[in-house]
């Protein structure tokens, strides 16, 4: 059988009372004796040391900080504040922001982020591929002038026209040397498609090609001349004054960005090129769309957010690669996704 613990009622009211009574009367004493002040030290038993509250003791933490700094050897006139925040302590505190640049780096003053994965992409690795085996084809010359075939010696001395000169002239030399040798013929024409992206000894064995074709002739130029690859890239752009995609090369020279193209002789600065709408910009770090940042408005304090840069048209809102046909043609102007 389980015990039970059972509980037995309080008789009566009166034998409860009397209870509450004495240990009220009993604890009075102890209360009155807690009260009392403390003893002086002559009423205190000998050899008996008297019991004192102890000491408050103020400081700032600011002491508290130099103490420890002194503890770990950063010496006497090591400085930490309270309010400083190490990079080891979680805080729940927004950082300052800090103001984004007016204008960026790039070409035309914008910023660039990475494209997403497309039709853009693949063709640019596809290039690179291609660049890669023309590259062992260029150093096969070199060392053999005798094996090399016509075209791609052309394409080495062009490269030797442009090493030779420096500044503004190596530019202008790379651009007019690929310009009188590639005829402009589209895509279409030449190989029976909308569009086709040729590496430099594949444009020079024809003497063909479009706007694409001439930017990367030109890249890989002043690559192989010396030029460093962050300061080149191709450009893809919407030429608002024919309203047809156009591609380009832009090559940074002392801080400024001056453009290469295939239709005019002389260079351009990305400053004095407004007629171009920037899409994409292409190099060895791969494909990138521009952004622009919203400068005339600070929604919020110093924050400044950037947005695609063709944004503010729908007519370039995206890369089409469209250029008006020949007149004659069978199809209607800009049907045709082919770049000049």
């Keep these: 059988m389980k015990p039970h613990l059972q509980l037995r009622p309080v008789r009566s009211l009166a034998l409860a009372a009397g209870l509450g009574l004495s240990i009220l009367a009993g604890a009075a004493p102890a209360l009155a004796t807690d009260q009392a002040e403390w003893p002086d030290q002559g009423a205190v038993a000998a050899g008996i040391d008297p019991v004192r509250p102890p000491t408050a003791t103020f400081f700032s933490i600011n002491d508290v900080l130099a103490k420890a700094d002194r503890q770990r050897g950063r010496g006497p006139g090591a400085v930490r504040l309270a309010a400083y925040t190490s990079p080891d302590v979680a805080t729940d505190t927004q950082p300052a922001l800090k103001a984004a640049p007016v204008l960026g780096e790039e070409p035309f003053g914008l910023f660039t982020f990475r494209a997403p994965e497309g039709v853009l992409w693949r063709k640019w690795r596809g290039v690179e591929a291609d660049l890669a085996k023309e590259k062992a084809v260029l150093d096969q010359c070199r060392a053999d002038s005798h094996t090399c075939p016509s075209y791609a010696a052309q394409f080495l001395r062009l490269v030797d026209a442009v090493r030779a000169k420096s500044g503004r002239a190596r530019l202008e030399e790379v651009n007019r040397g690929v310009n009188l040798?590639?005829?402009?013929?589209?895509?279409?024409?030449?190989?029976?498609?909308?569009?086709?992206?040729?590496?430099?000894?594949?444009?020079?064995?024809?003497?063909?090609?479009?706007?694409?074709?001439?930017?990367?002739?030109?890249?890989?130029?002043?690559?192989?001349?010396?030029?460093?690859?962050?300061?080149?890239?191709?450009?893809?752009?919407?030429?608002?004054?024919?309203?047809?995609?156009?591609?380009?090369?832009?090559?940074?020279?002392?801080?400024?960005?001056?453009l290469l193209d295939n239709r005019w002789s002389n260079l351009t600065e990305d400053s004095e090129a407004g007629r171009f709408a920037p899409l994409f910009a292409i190099n060895h770090h791969g494909v990138h769309l521009f952004a622009a940042p919203y400068a005339k408005g600070t929604p919020h304090g110093d924050e400044i957010q950037a947005s695609p840069a063709a944004s503010a048209s729908t007519d370039t809102a995206e890369w089409t690669g469209a250029e008006a046909m020949p007149i004659g043609s069978s199809f209607g102007l800009g049907s045709l996704p082919v770049l000049m």
């Design 181 to 258: 040798v590639v005829r402009y013929v589209s895509d279409l024409a030449q190989h029976g498609e909308l569009d086709r992206w040729s590496t430099p000894l594949a444009t020079f064995a024809t003497a063909k090609g479009d706007c694409e074709d001439y930017a990367i002739a030109k890249y890989v130029a002043l690559i192989e001349a010396g030029v460093s690859r962050d300061d080149l890239q191709i450009v893809l752009v919407r030429d608002r004054a024919v309203r047809q995609d156009h591609a380009v090369l832009a090559a940074r020279l002392d801080g400024r960005w001056l």
